[in-house]
Every structure is written in C-alpha cells, then in structure tokens.
C-alpha cells in the first residue's frame, strides 16, 4: 500500500519519491532471484504477467536466434500462453514439434531428444501442469537441450511456491513466473533470463529492465511480487505438508464416496495442491455450477479458457477418452483452506453427482 500513497514516484525519476519507488523494486527483484535460486538479481525481468513472461522467453529467443534456426519445440500440455505463442510465430515462418505425454502427463526425455534438429533453437517445457498438476523432470529435459547447445525455458508459474525451484541445479536458461499463484498481485510475472541469453524485447521504448521491457514500472505490484516471493520461500516447506495433506483428504473423500471417478495426472510426481478428477457420464460445468452454488469454487481445465467448451487439450493429449474428459473437475487448494472446507466438499458433492446422475442420458444406475 505504501507505494500507491506515499512512495508513487516513477521508478525511472532521480528524485527523492523515484528513489524510494527503485529501492522497492531493487529489493522485489533480489526476493524474486532468491525464490528461484537465481545468482545475480539482474537475471529477473518483470513484466505485466505470467503470460507476457511466456511470450517473452518464446519470441524473444525466435527473434534472437533466427540466423541460427527456426524450429521450437515445446509439448502439447502446455498453457496457452505459450501454445498460442508458439503458434504465432509458425504462421510466422517457425516450425514446430509439440511432443505428446504419456497418460499420466510426462514428456518422454528421449522423444525430445529425437526432435531436435541443427534447426531447433529452443526447447520449452513447463515445470508443472495447471490442469492436472504433473511435475516434469525439467533437469533431465533441459540437459538433453543443453547436449545440444539449445536454450531452455519452463513455464514455472503453476510449480513457484509449491515446489523449491533453484534454477542453476536445473540448468534451465528461462524461467517464467506469476505473482498471483504465490498470493501475490494480479498482473505482475517474471522471467528469469540466464546471465548471457541474449533475448529480443517485445516492448520497445525505454530503457527500463535493463532495455529489457519498455514501460514504466508497476512498481506496488513488483513490490508485492517480492514480498510474496520472500513468504513463499520462508513458509513453503510448511504450506506443501499442509496443502498436501488437505489434497489427499479431499481426494480420498471423493472417491470413496462417489463411483465412477477418476484421477487424472501423476499418482505422486504433482503439485501439492492440485486434484483433477474425472466424473463419468457427467458434464464438468454442471458440476461447477452446482458447487457454486454451495458457496465451492471449482473450474474445469485452465481458467484461461473457461469459456469454452473444447475438450481439454490436456487431458486428450494424455489419452483420456471424451467422455471422461468432460466431466473432469480441478480442485485447486491453497493454505487458506481448511480441513473443515475439505468435509464440507466431500458432504456436499456426492448428492449433487449423484442428482446430475439421474438426469444424464449416458448414466444407466
Ligand atoms: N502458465 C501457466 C502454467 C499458468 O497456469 C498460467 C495462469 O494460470 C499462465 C502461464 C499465465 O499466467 P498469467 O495469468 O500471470 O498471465
């Protein structure tokens, strides 16, 4: 609050408001290195989101490298932030390979290693999935890139603050982040760039982040960013345990109490506080709708694309059939909840299944 009051100079100003508007975000960005074990505070870029952080990492590079190549790879789970990114740039002469995941949402390191070529100029691959929350084995992906001499990015914006990341034991070259998934702001991300990755701006203007992205800073949200960073780093350890334990008591709960339901994503190797679950012979915006209604906010698939009613690219790339697709559920914990909210859920949605049940054309008893 203090940097929308008091402290509102421009960051870029010499005098004595702007001074205190860059300590803050000199400070942010050394809290924001230390959550992703970056050396050097210098290797955080701020942006406007996680989205423009994805985008930055993916074009950047593609404008960067073009004299070397063309071609990207990248999997077919990933966020539409980089999906539709990645899609852009093949309308504009980029090849691209999205490499399939098993039914449990992994990327094979040897099907990555097959699809590079002298081309390939980039490699990315998220850390872990927002729909169904499985965790990749980046250190093995990125070495397989870095064999090659080609960048690495992951989306890291659903695995910061559910997951100790250290982005020099990875050996990834980019990182982006999000400061709304570790209770920060809305509208304010990260890349981590590499020492030495030489990457193309999307905004041009000023010289701010070090000529990296024009604009006047968003200084109170960057401040926010840090100070969620700095309470992710102290406290997750702690928060994991907990989120996990209300995740698998929610889980247990359901299906238990509700036949015909399924996990989907990894059996261990997923974030902490996320359970996507399959209902057969139901539609997933019903079940939304009616757990709204009991004062429960759940989403189907990514709230990115909440207004469509696509199957989700997720759960098809990793096999499971239509109609289990449709009546997929994604319950996203945080340390807010309480084991009360996971009782309350596990009383409330077995007679709103069992309800949607009886009017669904597909469910014989
Ligand atoms: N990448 C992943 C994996 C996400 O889950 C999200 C948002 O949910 C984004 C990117 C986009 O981040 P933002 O909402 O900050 O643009």
Do not use: W
């Amino acid at each position: 609050m203090p940097y929308y009051k008091d402290a509102f100079g421009n960051a870029s100003s010499i005098h004595e408001v702007g001074r205190i508007a860059r300590k803050g975000i000199d400070e942010a960005r050394v809290k924001a290195a230390s959550l992703l074990g970056a050396k050097d505070a210098d290797e955080i870029v701020f942006t406007g989101s996680g989205t423009e952080a994805d985008n930055f990492a993916v074009k950047g590079a593609a404008d960067a490298l073009k004299s070397k190549g063309n071609h990207i790879i990248t999997s077919s789970i990933e966020h539409h932030a980089i999906l539709s990114t990645v899609k852009f740039l093949e309308k504009n002469g980029c090849k691209a390979t999205y490499l399939p995941v098993d039914k449990f949402g992994l990327v094979d390191r040897n099907a990555l290693k097959k699809a590079i070529t002298d081309k390939t100029i980039l490699v990315s691959i998220m850390y872990a999935n927002n729909e169904m929350g499985t965790i990749q084995a980046v250190k093995e992906l990125a070495s397989v890139a870095k064999e090659r001499g080609v960048l690495f990015h992951t989306d890291a914006v659903q695995a910061a603050g559910k997951l100790p990341i250290d982005v020099s034991e990875l050996g990834v070259d980019m990182l982006s982040v999000s400061a709304h998934k570790i209770y920060g702001p809305k509208g304010v991300g990260a890349l981590y760039v590499k020492k030495g990755v030489k990457l193309t701006p999307l905004l041009h203007g000023g010289y701010h982040e070090k000529n990296r992205r024009a604009g006047t800073e968003n200084v109170a949200g960057i401040v926010g960013f840090g100070k969620a960073a700095e309470l992710a780093a102290k406290n997750m350890n702690k928060d994991i345990i907990y989120i996990k334990s209300l995740r698998d008591r929610l889980q247990k709960g359901i299906l238990n109490s509700i036949k015909y339901t399924y996990i989907n994503g990894h059996p261990e190797n997923r974030l902490c506080n996320t359970v996507n679950i399959s209902f057969e012979y139901l539609e997933g915006e019903s079940i939304i709708l009616n757990l709204d209604m009991e004062g429960v906010g759940v989403s189907t698939g990514s709230a990115c694309t909440s207004g469509s009613l696509e199957p989700s690219h997720v759960l098809t790339a990793m096999g499971i059939d239509a109609v289990k697709t449709q009546g997929s559920i994604r319950f996203s914990l945080g340390k807010g909840n309480t084991r009360e909210d996971i009782d309350y859920v596990v009383k409330v949605l077995p007679p709103i299944i069992e309800r949607l049940r009886k009017m669904s054309p597909l469910y014989k008893g």
